[in-house]
């Protein structure tokens, strides 16, 4: 094996144009790691926002972007049971997907689901863990309660929609074009809401109130979700596209007995999300095996072009998971 990779660095905090491909050594899995071959890495929010300097890699972890890959598994560390070299996976990444090798725990490595490729797998960890921890173990979503997911066209929100509605769920989804409502609508949302078009809290009001809420807006989208859930409702915040300040009325927390939490997925220790891909191997990839479920894949662009496929994410203009065909 090689012992220097094609990776792609952030040479400084800034815009997409500041993804450059260098050369590193390639990394050595420790205790309780493997080393993969990446085929495809997963770009997604988190990448553009430490591409700019405002999220900073936890310690320890890979200083390049990435937090989701496929590929083969070439080495194990001390203490790895259950995978071995030449098995195909999709992994979580504390960082370092956009290179040609990575190291990762390899209790955060799944198999890739019966009938699909690596590009389609590349697209599974950083979704479905995400949605997964907020939606049914922080927001304890039940089947028949009304779940609102903003950003329905986004990769969560794809794979929220289809979680949820196969968990019996009434989802409801807010997207910025008829299109993207459209997809939402097939994918298993009962009503897809164009926020340039409707008030996302009428229609939920005039149906009894989300039950719970899961957000990536922020800014003043909280106290409209605040108005939107039923009594008893549950917001759940995981990203603050338009900011994380706003003001807030809490006597109608108080007085509606609502629940507002949230939770970003990398900085949560190792046992921690082990224990969600556990949850992810027994409950929910049966459901990608049997294509009951699927990602929605919007594009693909070479390792080479990451700074076109943060251009295109940050466009807002991709329905699904975009992802860097590195292998």
């Known amino acids: ?30 205790h309780g790691q493997v080393l993969l071959r990446v085929a495809y890495a997963g770009v997604n929010r988190p990448d553009a926002l430490q591409r700019a300097g405002s999220y900073a890699p936890p310690p320890g972890a890979s200083d390049l972007p990435g937090l989701e890959a496929s590929g083969e598994v070439v080495a194990t560390g001390e203490g ?32 890739v689901p019966d009938g699909m490729d690596l590009k389609q797998a590349a697209c599974l960890p950083e979704t479905f863990f995400t949605v997964w921890t907020n939606v049914f173990l922080r927001g304890n979503l039940q089947a028949g309660e009304r ?48 926020y340039r078009e409707n ?12 039950n719970l809420i899961l957000d990536m807006v922020g800014g003043d989208y909280l106290p409209r979700n605040v108005r939107a859930l039923s009594d008893d409702g549950r917001l759940v915040q995981i990203a603050f596209l338009n900011g994380p ?3 807030l009325n809490f006597a109608q927390v108080m007085m ?6 949230g939770s970003t997925l990398r900085p949560q220790s190792d046992l921690a999300k082990a224990r969600i891909a556990d949850d992810l191997r027994a409950r929910v990839w049966p459901l990608l095996s049997s294509g009951r ?19 295109r994410m940050e466009s807002s203009e991709h329905i699904g998971k975009i992802v860097l065909r590195v292998g």
């Open 256 to 261: 509606r007995r609502l629940t507002i939490t």
């Open 147 to 194: 779940f609102l997911v903003h950003g329905g066209s986004s990769g969560i929100g794809t794979t929220a929609i289809q979680l949820a509605q196969h968990f019996g769920a009434r989802v409801f989804a807010t997207a910025g074009s008829a299109d993207k409502c459209r997809v939402c609508v097939e994918l298993g949302a009962e009503q897809a809401i164009n």
């Open 1 to 30: 094996m090689t012992k220097t990779m094609r990776a792609v660095e952030i040479t400084r905090p800034g815009g997409p144009e500041v993804l450059q491909v260098t050369e590193r050594d390639v990394p050595q899995p420790g």
């Open 293 to 311: 479920i699927a990602p929605v894949l919007d594009s693909e662009y070479p390792l080479a072009e990451a700074s076109a496929a943060h251009a």
């Open 80 to 111: 790895v049971d259950g995978i071995a070299p030449g098995d195909s996976v999709c992994a979580l990444l504390p960082g370092g997907g956009y290179a040609e090798y990575v190291v990762t725990p390899a209790a955060h490595c799944l198999p």
């Open 199 to 210: 008030d996302f809290v009428e229609v939920l009001r005039a149906e009894g109130g989300a």
């Open 245 to 247: 300040k706003v003001e």
